[in-house]
């Protein structure tokens, strides 16, 4: 794990290496990003739990290399976590960003890539956590809800916050539509965060999370 307050070092390339289960809606806005090549991160791999994952076709059109590590094949969730941390290492990534991945990440990967590993979340952390944060947010009636990019720990949506954004609760809204407005929000925030990140480095004290040196 990454010591607390250790800035992460960044190399020119700021390797990526995204974890998906579906579609991979974010991983499409990092690729098309990295076409400039003035963005400083580089998605070098995609892997997932699901083989099925539409988001796979992203990657494969891109050129990028694709694993999976499915649950399934393995006897108990610490090998399968042990599986999926000795699979990211091997693209050695500075980053690790998980992408609509649907699974809470265990102690033998945290243990390699805790403080390097960041999320998405469709509400305003810390309110409205784990896998139904639109829904519990139109349903308590807020007025205001948005997205939260975080650093993941051994919690569900607990780790610290590395960037909010906002969106507007309307009136007619049901959970299809305001998840759609909140994902424009989430990629382009994800977008420009990644690139933060990998261009300036960051570390993390206890619940603030430091970017550049």
């Known amino acids: 794990m990454t010591p607390t307050g250790e800035t992460v070092p960044t190399r020119a390339d700021g390797r990526v290496v995204v974890l998906i289960s579906g579609a991979g809606s974010n991983l499409a806005a990092l690729v098309q990003a990295q076409r400039d090549e003035g963005y400083a991160a580089r998605v070098v791999a995609v892997v997932t739990d699901n083989p099925a994952a539409g988001g796979l076709e992203h990657a494969r059109k891109a050129g990028i290399a694709t694993a999976v590590v499915a649950p399934s094949d393995f006897s108990d969730r610490a090998a399968w976590d042990a599986a999926l941390a000795a699979t990211v290492t091997a693209f050695h990534p500075d980053l690790v960003v998980c992408a ?78 305001l998840h759609e407005r909140i994902k424009v929000v989430e990629r382009a925030l994800l977008v420009e965060w990644v690139g933060r990140l990998a261009h300036a480095g960051w570390s993390v004290s206890g619940r603030l999370v430091r970017v550049g040196r």
């Open 100 to 177: 609509g991945f649907m699974r809470i990440l265990g102690g033998p990967f945290l243990e390699r890539w805790g403080g390097r590993t960041i999320n998405t979340h469709p509400a305003l952390l810390p309110s409205f956590p784990g896998a139904h944060g639109v829904r519990d947010a139109l349903a308590y009636g807020v007025r205001v809800t948005g997205c939260t990019v975080h650093v993941v720990d051994a919690g569900v949506d607990t780790g610290p916050i590395i960037a909010q954004g906002t969106v507007e609760v309307r009136d007619d809204d049901d959970e299809a539509s």
